[in-house]
C-alpha cells in the first residue's frame, strides 16, 4: 500500500505518477499512454498554439477517459525592452557570423504566451480533471474560471514560502519542485539561483509547512526515488525526464541522443535560451555565454534571437545552441514506452515499499 493515497483520490487515478508536462516534448501520445495506464498524463501547453492545443486535446479526449492534466506557464510578460535585446544580439554576434546567418533573417518571436482567456476557453471545453501551472498562479479572475470547471489546481514550488502561498491562493495540491529538476525552474517569488533546494531537503519542509497533498519533483527516474519521496512525505512523483528517453517524446534524435550519454555532472541551471532559469545539459552556448548571464533579456525574450542560430546549427547535425532540457537524473532512465514506463516504476516502488513495511 502506498504510504498516503491523498493524491490519488484527489486526481481520481490509480498510480500515484505524474508525467511531468513537458513544453515541446511531449503531446498527446504520450498523456494517452501514461493516462491509461493508471497515471496523470500531462499536456503542456505553452508552446502550443490555442488551435494546437485544441487538437490535442481532442485527441486525447477521443483516445482516453482517464483523467488528465492539462498545464500552462503564468509568467508576466515581459515589457519589450529594445536595448536588452539589441545587446544580446552583439553578445551572440560572433555565432551569426560564424554560421553566416543573414542579418535580415527575421526573429521570430517567442511562443511561450502566459495562460490567458482563450486557452481558459479551452479548459471550460475540456475541463481536465487536473491543470496545473508553472511559475505561480494566473490572476484571480482566470483561476476562478478554471476552478468553476471543477478542474483541481496545482502548480510548483520550490521554497516553503512559494508552497504556502500557493496554498493561500487556492492550490488543491503543491508540486514540490527540487533542485535536480530538468526545464524551468518554477520559482516564482525569488530570482536568486543560488538559494533554491534540492527535492531531498524540499520536500519534507514543504510537507510540514501546508495542508495540501504534496507532489515531489526533480531527479526521481526509477523506483528508488519514488520510495525516498514518500518517506519524505509525498504523496505523489512528477516525473520529468525519465519519460524524455520513451518513443513518445516528441523531441529530436540530437536530443534523444545526448540524453543516452548524460551523465549526474553534465546539466547546469542556465537563462541563456529563454531569460529564466532551467536545467539542460551543457553545450556550447552555455559554456561561452553562460550558464547565467545578466544580458540575457527576460523571459521568454531571449530565446527569439537564438532561434536562427539553433535552426542552422542543427541543420548541420550540431546541438550547440539547441536547450537540452535535462534533469540530474538522466542516466537512471531507460527507453521504454510511457505505459510500461510508467506500470514499472510503480510496481517496483510498490514493492519496495512492501518490503520495508513488513521489514517494520
Ligand atoms: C523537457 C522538459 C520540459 C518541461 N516543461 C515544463 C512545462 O511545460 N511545464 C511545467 O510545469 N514543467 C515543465 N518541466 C518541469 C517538470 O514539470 C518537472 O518539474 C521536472 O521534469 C522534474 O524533474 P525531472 O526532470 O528530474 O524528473 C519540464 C521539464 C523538462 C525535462
Request: charged share 20%; proline share 6%.
Amino acid at each position: 500500500m502506498w504510504t498516503s493515497d491523498r493524491f490519488i483520490r484527489l486526481a481520481g487515478i490509480e498510480l500515484p505518477i505524474i508525467q511531468a508536462p513537458m513544453a515541446g516534448s511531449a503531446l498527446s501520445d504520450m498523456v494517452v499512454a501514461v493516462s491509461e495506464a493508471g497515471g496523470l498524463g500531462s499536456l503542456a501547453c505553452a508552446l502550443l498554439s490555442v488551435e494546437q492545443a485544441r487538437r490535442e486535446l481532442e485527441t486525447i479526449r477521443r483516445r482516453t477517459s482517464r483523467p488528465i492534466n492539462a498545464n500552462f506557464f503564468c509568467h508576466q510578460p515581459p515589457r519589450d525592452d529594445r536595448a536588452r535585446q539589441m545587446e544580446w544580439r552583439r553578445r551572440l554576434n560572433a555565432y551569426y557570423v560564424q554560421l553566416q546567418i543573414d542579418d535580415n533573417t527575421s526573429v521570430p518571436t517567442s511562443a511561450r504566451t502566459p495562460f490567458d482567456d482563450k486557452m481558459c476557453d479551452l479548459v471550460a471545453e475540456f475541463h481536465p480533471e487536473i491543470v496545473s501551472f508553472h511559475f505561480g498562479l494566473p490572476d484571480e479572475n482566470l483561476l476562478l474560471r478554471v476552478r468553476s470547471t471543477g478542474a483541481k489546481i496545482l502548480s510548483s514550488a520550490t521554497s516553503v514560502i512559494e508552497a504556502r502561498w500557493l496554498e493561500d491562493h487556492g492550490c488543491d495540491a503543491i508540486i514540490a519542485q527540487g533542485l535536480e529538476a530538468g526545464g524551468h525552474r518554477g520559482m516564482f517569488l525569488t530570482e536568486d539561483v543560488s538559494t533554491q533546494v534540492g527535492t531531498m531537503a524540499l520536500v519534507p519542509q514543504v510537507v510540514d509547512a501546508v495542508k495540501v497533498p504534496v507532489i515531489a519533483a526533480g531527479g526521481i527516474a526509477d523506483a528508488r526515488g519514488i520510495l525516498a519521496a514518500f518517506a519524505l512525505g509525498a504523496a505523489a512523483v512528477q516525473i520529468g525526464t525519465a519519460y524524455l528517453h520513451c518513443p513518445e517524446a516528441q523531441i529530436s534524435p540530437l536530443y534523444r541522443q545526448a540524453l543516452k550519454g548524460t551523465r549526474d555532472n553534465d546539466t547546469t541551471i542556465t537563462n541563456v535560451f529563454t531569460g529564466r532559469p532551467a536545467r539542460a545539459i551543457v553545450n556550447r552556448i552555455m559554456r561561452e555565454v553562460g550558464p547565467m548571464s545578466d544580458i540575457a533579456p527576460k523571459f521568454p525574450l531571449a530565446a527569439a534571437t537564438l532561434a536562427p542560430l539553433r535552426a542552422k546549427s542543427e541543420m548541420a547535425g550540431s546541438a550547440d545552441f539547441t536547450p537540452l532540457w535535462s534533469g540530474q537524473s538522466a542516466r537512471l532512465s531507460r527507453e521504454l514506452p510511457a505505459a510500461e514506463l510508467t506500470r514499472r516504476l510503480a510496481t517496483k516502488a510498490l514493492e519496495k515499499l512492501t518490503l520495508l513495511q513488513t521489514l517494520a
